[in-house]
């Protein structure tokens, strides 16, 4: 019996495994707040103790943050997380913290070719290759799938994190916009997430006054007024197509979204492909479609007709992070 989870800032889903032969097969599975818990410690043993769970020998979550030595403190949430602590808690003697964009990248390996929608047909998915993940939500995580010629092994990273790099005029504006609310450092995950579109739509109204972007309309301006998430209702409306100003901030999204996907293709050389995986992706999927973000994504001047074969695939499964923590597990020796 193991038991797999995947933390986030506002929710956690927990889950309980039972190992068969060559399977993993799911016991139960609750959804409960992360707020207003002291720990992690305490959320995972009343999971237990609520579902009267007994002979676990195994637990992996994925947690929002870094992870060093086994601890991690979490970015969205007040907790220190550590394997030592949770073992002792669980009575488990095999505890493993991931990144939870680590975890993800693990899950992405086992969803079902159904569960993925192909934006760059490429040379085909290989999975017996490098992959890359990257995934648009609150934040931006970025990790990679490093082939070692017999099991991929998933490697954290925080690249969202890294420096924004614009590459035109448009985005050299956008930067100074980001970098005047935010500090000299713009990270990626300032443009590149639910946050960023946000931002993104803010940078555009200010063009918009100058006569340089569609004007805003007095219906999105009365939702965001009424206190409606302002990325959501972008994102929503742009998928309409009806909204100018909208669509135009939108397709500035998908267009630095392309942009660091390539990136993280080049870094981590991801020739058997990149998934998109994140809230956002399956949302927005018929503005990822309309080309924005491949013509980005390969637009990386000699580097093109290698980025041009990377499949890249949008995994519509956001229970990618829990099964990857849970075939983790499975495997902790």
């Known amino acids: 019996m193991i038991l797999a989870g995947d933390v986030g800032g506002t929710k956690t889903v927990l889950a309980v495994y039972?190992?068969?032969?060559?399977?993993?097969?799911?016991?139960?599975?609750?959804?409960?707040p992360s707020r207003g818990k002291?720990?992690?410690?305490?959320?995972?043993?009343?999971?237990?103790?609520r579902h009267e769970i007994q002979g676990l020998t195994r637990v992996c979550f994925g947690v929002p943050g870094a992870v060093v030595d086994g601890l991690c403190r979490t970015t969205n949430l007040p907790w220190v997380i550590s394997e030592g602590r949770l073992s002792s808690a669980l009575r488990v003697p095999k505890v493993k913290l991931l990144n939870d964009l680590q975890a993800a990248a693990y899950g992405m390996l086992f969803l079902d070719d159904s569960e993925l929608v192909v934006l760059n047909a490429g040379r085909s998915l290989d999975r017996r290759k490098n992959l890359g993940v990257i995934a648009s939500g609150t934040g931006l995580g970025e990790a990679l799938l490093v082939w070692d010629g017999e099991k991929h092994l998933p490697?954290?990273?925080?690249?969202?994190?890294s420096t924004f790099g614009p590459r035109n005029e448009l985005e050299i504006e956008l930067w100074r916009f980001l970098s005047a609310r935010h500090g000299v450092h713009v990270s990626w995950e300032r443009a590149v997430s639910g946050p960023g579109l946000a931002s993104i739509y803010e940078f555009m109204r200010t063009r918009a006054a100058a006569g340089k972007a569609p004007a805003e309309s007095s219906q999105v301006r009365d939702r965001m007024q009424r206190g409606e998430d302002p990325g959501a209702v972008?994102?929503?409306?742009?998928?309409?197509?009806?909204?100018?100003?909208?669509?135009?901030?939108a397709k500035l999204f998908c267009t630095l979204y392309g942009a660091e996907a390539g990136n993280l293709a080049l870094k981590g050389l991801c020739t058997g492909g990149l998934f998109v995986g994140g809230g956002i992706a399956p949302k927005i999927?018929?503005?990822?479609?309309?080309?924005?973000?491949?013509?980005?994504?390969?637009?990386?001047?000699?580097f093109r007709e290698l980025l041009s074969g990377v499949p890249v695939v949008v995994a519509q499964n956001d229970k990618a992070p829990l099964i990857g923590a849970a075939h983790y597990a499975s495997r902790l020796l």
């Open 18 to 32: 039972e190992i068969g032969v060559g399977t993993i097969e799911k016991v139960v599975e609750e959804t409960v």
């Open 38 to 49: 002291a720990s992690l410690d305490e959320l995972a043993k009343a999971f237990v103790a």
């Open 155 to 161: 490697v954290a990273s925080e690249g969202g994190h």
């Open 234 to 249: 972008v994102g929503i409306e742009a998928v309409k197509g009806v909204d100018a100003l909208c669509v135009a901030s």
């Open 285 to 302: 999927l018929p503005l990822l479609r309309e080309g924005e973000f491949m013509a980005a994504f390969v637009d990386k001047g000699r």
